[in-house]
Each structure stands twice: as structure tokens, then as C-alpha cells.
DNA sequence: ATGAAAGCGCTAACAA
DNA sequence: TTGTTAGCGCTTTCAT
């Protein structure tokens, strides 16, 4: 079936070791010897077995990649640039989507124990950090993304989650938005966005109410879902600050179909600036996280810890950065 | 460092084949020495690797899933079913993104061969059909979605292309639009829409120019341009069918920057039916691929292929639906 | 019911 | 410069 080494060596009447020599460009092997093998393996089609040299202690040249979910174009930006930054240094990625589901965080993450990743990043959400414990006590490199390292001990790469909070509700305050409601995620990275929005109310002398945060699971209808019941309680905000751009475009068609107008009667940011929010019209004025810029960095990061342990793990923060387009505007309710 | 089978072995007192049959639950084992193997394994948090498992001739349970662009929603959208039900069969999934490379496609599928991947999942653009036939050559399972098998005799899955573009067409048509501009990839799912697209026009009486027919890679960037570009010719047409949402979604942009109103100026159906179809303003007609049902049928599919390797190839398609938003009308210009 | 041992495809000493 | 050989962690007969 599948041409092995021997295969190799015998049709290029040499020996296992003088293959794997040429393959591996390591040793002394005469010129002609060397293309001699090379012309067989060409025509033999011959594909070394990852497998089996992975047993042997050398890497699987492997990253795991761990998100909540793929459709969800934060994600899938994030994964593009993870990918194309992996394989120009000769790694390809296993992407799990976990749905937020702690049975499968689980289940992948050992998934990709058993396949012997050389590294994992991990964007998702975990409930269970025991789980991630245990991979760190196995030494396998392990960098946390958008969220971060709960005691573990590993790097992490986000953006300053409480300034992109503190930021998108500053615009809307000081666009003279007074009422003005947050939906947020479970996830942690919401946790600091939350904390920027109180943040942001506290400088301007404003109250916050805990009533006025909301929570869900990052999806268009969701956001219809939480919009839906903001407004049966008979909330009338003014601003809204969605934690992500799917949550914003939920609210935005909800809206739309109550028949608000946006952004006079409802002013709304996002979260991401992913593709959705150039999309939507008005176009959403979202909190930009670099993607690009950390799906690079977050690569070189892991590929770095797997040529060295033992480095010293940091929390790298980006700058988020506020993108005004045309959902936020000033307040005329007041 | 990770546990061994060894490990585990030594730790119950008994040798690594009872450890191996009390894992694969082959054999016969004692109750009482299957618990007790059981909780070592437990207490040393061991994970089989698959590496050692796959040399021995077992599968990889794994997955290989190349695309285009993960970044595009209609990727990203069957990605995840993909995954979700290649998950559910205890199967893992390895993405890869070719960036309509060729390139990359070559080095993907090779990389993909050397993790012996047990099936692989083709949604790119495939120019060199060569590089797939010697996967072929080799057994190893191989479906083609989204585009057909180009002679090399696997399955393939896709939606009925010639009539998606048919519906889209006839659908302007029936609008009253005579000047359609179509816009299309250079993939070779493409062909078949631009047979619709002519056989519309054919049905209908209406002479069909080559000067009508655009082409370009999928991305809003991209159909910006493209509309810039024919608006540059001078020509002024009346409906535009993108044969994907990203290039719609760059049309509807482009044109709305013009100052066109969108349906009444200019009407657009799209292909897909991605999430950004349904968050442009107004929402974006189009034809709609099932992706949920498509993905979970290219599953089963390749996995009973792994399970028979000599199953008759078969080319299934589905069917396209049209579905009316908001960026079609009546041509009112005439 | 359990274990010894061969072998999967490759790497890396070590010999020759 | 090339080849021999002992593993890597696991599965699977075949003995015991």
C-alpha cells in the first residue's frame, strides 16, 4: 500500500539508516547515494510516517487549537491567521470547537494529549481548569488565548479586556447615553468588560445596577433573545454594550423589527470587530482586538515554548481599540 | 514524564497486554484486575498515545478537512458541522486552509498523508488533480464536497450547482431584469452556475454575452472591486448574481457607496446562505445550500467509506433553495 | 486469565 | 560513507 521506508532502501539498494539520513539531511551521504534515494522516493511516492517518528521522541509537529466555536467569525478569523502562521513554520493545527460544552473541553483536550500536539493554545472557555492542570504537569506547552491563565501558570495572550469594556461604554456615556445595558458572556473574558463598564460609570459619577447586566452564550439569536427580554421588562435603554459582534447583530435585527431606529432610538457597540461588524447597516461601532496580531504572536509564543520549556510565562495584554461606525450616535432621548 | 503503557503495567503488577486488553476491553480479563488496572490508570492520568497505537496498524481516528478559507462563513459554518458529527463517531478532525494556493493544497493533502489520516474531506478548489489521484492510488478514502470528482472516481457531494444558477437567474429574470451581470469564482463549482446563468437566459429568450460574466476570488474585498470595475466599463446593470455571499456582501457594499438603492437600483442574489446573509441590510436573497445536512452526509459518508474501502463511488447532490430577502425587486428601471 | 514476544515505521547511537 | 541494531508505545498472536 503505503511505501515505507524499507521500501525505500530496498529499491534504492541501501539501508533503512541511509533513508532516513537523506530524509532527515543529517549525516554524510555521498552525493549520488543521496539522489539516488531521492529519485526512488520521488517515484515511490513516499510519505515518512509522522507516526512513526513521532514515537521515536521527535515532535508531532502539531498544535492544538481549542475554541468555543468555529462558525463564530472571531473564532474562524482567529483560526485563519493561527493556521497560516503554524504552517509557515512547518506546523499544522487540530482545530476542536467545544461548543462551551465542559464534556467535550474534556474530551478534546485529552484528544489532543493522545495525539501528542506539540503545544496547545486554547481560546475557549474552561470551567474545569484541573483539566488544563493536568496538561501543564505533563510539560506539554500550553498558552491560554482571550482569556486568562487562572492560576496555572502558563502565558496568556488577550487584549486589556477592562479597557475595551471601559472604552465602548465611555463612547456611549459620552455620546449622553444614560441607560445603558451590558450583555455579557459567561466567559471570563467578560469578567474584566464587565468591570470596565462599572469602571466607566464610576468616572462620571453614574450608578451602575446589577440588574442592568445580562448575560448569554455568544450567538445572533441569543442577542434577539436577551433584547427580546430587556425590553418585556420594560427596560428602555438608550445605549447597549454587547461583549461580542454576533450578541450586537442579534440586538440590531431585533431592534429593527420592533421598529427602533438605529442608531437615533438605540445606540449599540460590539465586541471583535470581526467581519460582521462591517456587514451589518449601520456598521457596527465595535472594540477591535487585533486578531491578526495575536493570532501571530500567540503561534510564536507556543512555538518558542516548544523549543524551551522552560520560559518564563507572561501575560501579554493588546491594545484594544475602539472603532466608531454608525450604530452609536448622540443621545437625542434625553 | 507522560505515562507509558509501562507504567501503568508496572504500577498494577501486571504485564502491558493486559493493560492493552482492559483499554480496548478485548480478551478476558478478570473483574477484579480490570478495576484495579482501571484505577492506576486513573491515578496516573494515562492517555494512550495514538501515535503508538496507529504504527500498529489501527486507524488515526482522525479526520483530514481541507478548504479554501476558513475564514469564509460558508467554510467555517460546514467546518463545524463537520467536526460535531465526526466527533460523535469518536473521530477528530484536522482543518487545513489552502488559500486557493496550489501550493498549499500540495503540501496540505501530503501532510495530511503523513499523519495517515484515516479519510480526508476535500472542499478546495483542486487544480492539480494529480496530487489527489496518488491519494487515491493509495486507498486512502477520499470525498469531494462542494465541487465534483473531476474523473479521479470518488464520491463527491454537492449541491445541484446548474441549478442554483438557474433559480438565481430566473428569479432576476422573472423580476423583469434583463441586464444581469453574473459574478463568479474561478472554482469549478462555478462552471455549473454559469451554466444556470445561460440556461436562464436561454429560457427566456435572452441573448447571454461573455462580457457579462466576471470572475474573481471570494472575498468582500474582492466583489467590491469587481463592481467598481464594471461600473467602470460603463456597463449598468440592473441585477448581479454573485455566485457566493462574501462577494454579494462586497457588491451590496460597493453600490450602496455609489449612492445606488439597493433593490430598487440594483438587485443582487447571492449563493450560500451564509450568517452575512442574513445580517446586510436589506437582508441578502440567495441561494441556499443545506450545510448542516451537506456536512453530516460527507460524515457518514467517508466514514463508511474507512469502514469498506471498496464501496461504489457515488455523486450526491443536493438541492439549492432560493431564498427572497430584501435584495431583489422588481426592476422598476425598464 | 495472564504474559512473552514479535512487529508497526522510524531515529539515533554505534560499528564497520 | 554506510549499515546494524536497539528502542519509541502499543497491539496481537500464541503460549502458559
Do not use: W
Amino acid at each position: 500500500m503505503k511505501p515505507t521506508i524499507y521500501d525505500v532502501a530496498k529499491a534504492a539498494g541501501v539501508s533503512i539508516a541511509t533513508v532516513s539520513k537523506v530524509m532527515n539531511n543529517t549525516g554524510n551521504i555521498r552525493d549520488t547515494t543521496r539522489e539516488k534515494v531521492k529519485k526512488i522516493m520521488e517515484k515511490l511516492n513516499y510519505q515518512p510516517s509522522l507516526m512513526a517518528s513521532a514515537l521515536t521522541g521527535k515532535g508531532t509537529e502539531t498544535l492544538g487549537l481549542v475554541v468555543p466555536d468555529i462558525s463564530n467569525p472571531f473564532f474562524s478569523e482567529m483560526a485563519k491567521t493561527i493556521e497560516d502562521r503554524a504552517h509557515e513554520s512547518g506546523m499544522s493545527v487540530i482545530i476542536c470547537s467545544t461548543d462551551e460544552n465542559t464534556e467535550k473541553e474534556k474530551k478534546y483536550i485529552e484528544l489532543l494529549q493522545r495525539k501528542q500536539v506539540d503545544g496547545m493554545i486554547v481560546a475557549s472557555t474552561f470551567h474545569d481548569m484541573e483539566i488544563l492542570k493536568r496538561v501543564v504537569d505533563q510539560k506539554t506547552p500550553l498558552v491560554m488565548l482571550t482569556q486568562d491563565d487562572a492560576g496555572i501558570g502558563v502565558t496568556s495572550i488577550s487584549v486589556d479586556d477592562f479597557k475595551g469594556g471601559l472604552e465602548a461604554t465611555s463612547h456611549l456615556i459620552s455620546e449622553g447615553h444614560r441607560d445603558i445595558i451590558m450583555i455579557a458572556e459567561y466567559a471570563k473574558s467578560s469578567k474584566f468588560r464587565i468591570y470596565g463598564y462599572i469602571e466607566a460609570h464610576e468616572e462620571h459619577g453614574l450608578e451602575v445596577s446589577e440588574e442592568n447586566i445580562f448575560r448569554t452564550v455568544a450567538s445572533i439569536e441569543n442577542g434577539r433573545e436577551v433584547f427580546r427580554k430587556i425590553v418585556q421588562r420594560g427596560i428602555v435603554p438608550t445605549g447597549i454594550f454587547a461583549c461580542n459582534d454576533l450578541i450586537a447583530v442579534g440586538v440590531i435585527q431585533e431592534a429593527k423589527e420592533m421598529g427602533l431606529k438605529i442608531p437615533n432610538d438605540l445606540s449599540i457597540v460590539g465586541y471583535d470587530n470581526t467581519i460582521l461588524a462591517t456587514t451589518t447597516v449601520p456598521g457596527l461601532t465595535t472594540i477591535a482586538q487585533p486578531i491578526t496580531e495575536m493570532g501571530n504572536r500567540v503561534v510564536d509564543v507556543i512555538i518558542s515554548e516548544i523549543k524551551d520549556k522552560n520560559q518564563t510565562k507572561e501575560r501579554i495584554l493588546f491594545e484594544p481599540e475602539l472603532i466608531i461606525r454608525g450604530t452609536t450616535a448622540v443621545n437625542k432621548m434625553r
